[in-house]
T-cell receptor
Framework: DAKTTQPPSMDCAEGRAANLPCNHSTISGNEYVYWYRQIHSQGPQYIIHGLKNNETNEMASLIITEDRKSSTLILPHATLRDTAVYYCIVRSDSNYQLIWGAGTKLIIKP | NAGVTQTPKFRILKIGQSMTLQCTQDMNHNYMYWYRQDPGMGLKLIYYSVGAGITDKGEVPNGYNVSRSTTEDFPLRLELAAPSQTSVYFC??????????????FGPGTRLTVL
């Protein structure tokens, strides 16, 4: 599975959009991009995933570049409860395993 | 639905002791996973299972064993505990789902200290 690169930490003001970048320059054609988050040492929580097209759900939006070498997770109106570590993961269609990096620690400030 | 449950929540072991971490899911998921997470790090896959009777090694299987006799249960066995096994252990389960997402649902974790 391709590896991902994320900034170790980011800040965002409450109520603003939080944009979390992820680089996956070695991604293959059958590999999906997943985002999970982990709040204060709880079990991780699935946020969203995508292959080629941009995706949106009730939690976030996922923007994948046309060459698929990078993506951005967008939390449109960040709240204090969104403070967490966010993991960007690439998963092969033929492999159920997720390979986790260190993630981005997002701190939402009042 | 309770989702994924893990017991115990906390445990302290002495070097050389053994224990079993329990994991149960009530979502009828075929796929189950065991991860460990060391401080400040991402999760590392220990073992996984794609169905009852089928298990396979992940990234860091040494020192652990698993079994999967039912769809619901996926216990993790530590034999001869070592300080290097001090970690937080997460169990997860997944299925294809309506969108083929294989979204993994996680339990609350077991915090294990080996002294």
């Amino acid at each position: 599975d391709a590896k991902t690169t994320q900034p170790p930490s980011m800040d965002c003001a409450e109520g603003r959009a939080a944009n979390l970048p992820c680089n996956h320059s070695t991604i293959s054609g059958n590999e999906y991009v997943y985002w999970y988050r982990q709040i204060h040492s709880q079990g991780p929580q699935y946020i969203i995933h995508g292959l080629k097209n941009n995706e949106t759900n009730e939690m976030a939006s996922l923007i994948i570049t046309e060459d698929r070498k990078s993506s951005t997770l967008i939390l449109p109106h960040a709240t204090l409860r969104d403070t967490a570590v966010y993991y960007c993961i690439v998963r092969s269609d033929s492999n159920y395993q997720l390979i986790w990096g260190a993630g981005t620690k997002l701190i939402i400030k009042p | 639905n309770a989702g994924v449950t893990q017991t115990p929540k906390f445990r302290i072991l002495k070097i050389g002791q053994s224990m079993t971490l329990q994991c149960t899911q009530d979502m009828n998921h075929n796929y189950m996973y065991w991860y460990r997470q060391d401080p400040g790090m991402g999760l590392k896959l220990i073992y996984y299972s794609v169905g009852a009777g089928i298990t396979d090694k992940g990234e860091v299987p040494n020192g652990y064993n698993v079994s999967r006799s039912t769809t619901e249960d996926f216990p993790l066995r530590l034999e001869l505990a070592a300080p290097s096994q001090t970690s937080v252990y997460f169990c997860a389960s997944s299925s294809p789902g309506t969108s083929g997402s294989y979204e993994q649902f996680f339990g609350p974790g077991t915090r294990l200290t080996v002294l």
